[in-house]
């Protein structure tokens, strides 16, 4: 079964595959409900008192963003954080010392929640998510059943370990939940720092100045999204069919093309490509804006409500920034939207 976390990221990306009865991997590990003993968490006060902004937390290994509309909880015994979602789901973040007793033993267990199997520990291979302004990497897993029953839970994680500690980012909830979120799970993941890292500061949200313009098509309707996007859309089909756009700047390269495809090829349950050469891989054009890389997907399977889905991307790199745009959602009305949303992407200009 193959498996993207995330999180690439994402980035998320090389898509980590391992034959398993029921289970593709992304990549996930330890998290915040540890079940054997583990050393103490990092004090859960320490990221509050070095708030610089709404979801900024700053431990002293790690700074972190979480987007301003996650509500932040009590960490409780063994996290440094936690936080509500507003659609659902929950994200946790703690620290263990050491490797936290290990990469395998940690998605074995995490498995052994959801009901999976356990796997060999030469299988247990994580996606990398290269952090920024660092040589360290995280690494990402997706534990989510194939074809999941309608309240079958999941787990998206990050797990970036460190020279002395570990620390996990978990994201858990019901598997449909965690489908349509996993971008947003990656734009939090991305905004990890190494502290004292020449960019140590959280990642900033369109809000803190990062200003696009682009010039959505007669049919799509703007709409709020998430924090972290310049720019949402949503688009409404026949028989209650619908896609969203959303047009997201990260900071610094976040992971090459053949990453972040893998990785949304990977939310399609599409097998990862091997090579930047493959031709499914996509197409470089100019714009005003700069270069931009196109690609599409569609599932080959039902994967959302029954149906199938479709994915167009593009990835435009400018300096110390890297825009994703994105129009995911029903198949025939993505596929029927895609001259537009290439279009759309041409459209970009910056003030």
């Excluded at 998605?107 to 302004?133: A, E, S």
């Excluded at 703007?222 to 026949?238: C, F, K």
């Excluded at 900071?251 to 930047?276: E, F, I, T, Y």
Aim: proline share 7%; with cysteine; hydrophobic share 40%.
């Amino acid at each position: 079964m193959r498996r993207f976390l995330l999180l690439a990221p994402l980035s998320f990306c090389l898509i980590c595959s391992c034959k398993d009865d029921e289970i593709r991997t992304y990549k996930v590990a330890s998290d915040s409900t540890a079940e054997s003993p583990a050393p103490p968490a990092a004090d859960p006060a320490d990221a509050a008192s070095k708030q610089e902004a709404p979801g900024a937390a700053q431990t002293d290994s790690i700074v972190w963003q979480a987007p301003k509309d996650w509500k932040q909880e009590a960490a409780g015994q063994f996290l440094t954080a936690a936080y509500a979602l507003p659609g659902g789901g929950r994200v946790t973040v703690s620290k263990l010392g050491g490797d936290g007793g290990g990469l395998a033993a940690n998605v074995n267990r995490w498995r052994g929640q959801l009901g999976f199997k356990p796997l060999d520990d030469k299988d247990v291979v994580g996606q990398p998510l290269k952090i920024t302004d660092s040589d360290e990497e995280m690494l990402l897993f997706n534990l989510t059943s194939e074809n999941p029953p309608a309240d079958a839970q999941g787990i998206l994680a990050g797990v970036l370990p460190l020279k002395t500690e570990s620390w996990y980012f978990k994201f858990s909830g019901p598997v449909d939940l965690l489908r349509k979120s996993e971008d947003l799970f990656m734009e939090f993941l991305r905004s990890v720092r190494i502290a004292g890292s020449r960019k140590s500061a959280p990642a900033t949200t369109p809000s803190g100045g990062k200003k696009i313009h682009v010039t959505a098509p007669d049919g799509w309707t703007a709409s709020e999204g998430s924090s972290m996007r310049a720019a949402s859309y949503g688009i409404a089909g026949p028989d209650g069919t619908s896609a969203d756009v959303s047009v997201i700047p990260l900071p610094g390269d976040s992971g090459s093309v053949l990453d972040n495809v893998n990785r949304w090829r990977a939310q399609l349950q599409l097998a990862p490509l091997a090579s930047a050469d493959d031709p499914a891989l996509g197409k470089k054009e100019q714009c005003p804006a700069g270069e931009i890389f196109i690609s599409h997907m569609t599932s080959t399977e039902p994967v959302t409500d029954g149906k199938k889905a479709a994915i167009g991307t593009a990835i435009l790199k400018r300096p110390d920034m890297t825009w994703f745009f994105k129009i995911t959602g029903e198949a025939t009305l993505v596929q029927a939207n895609l001259e537009k949303f290439e279009t759309f992407v041409r459209s970009t200009t910056f003030p």
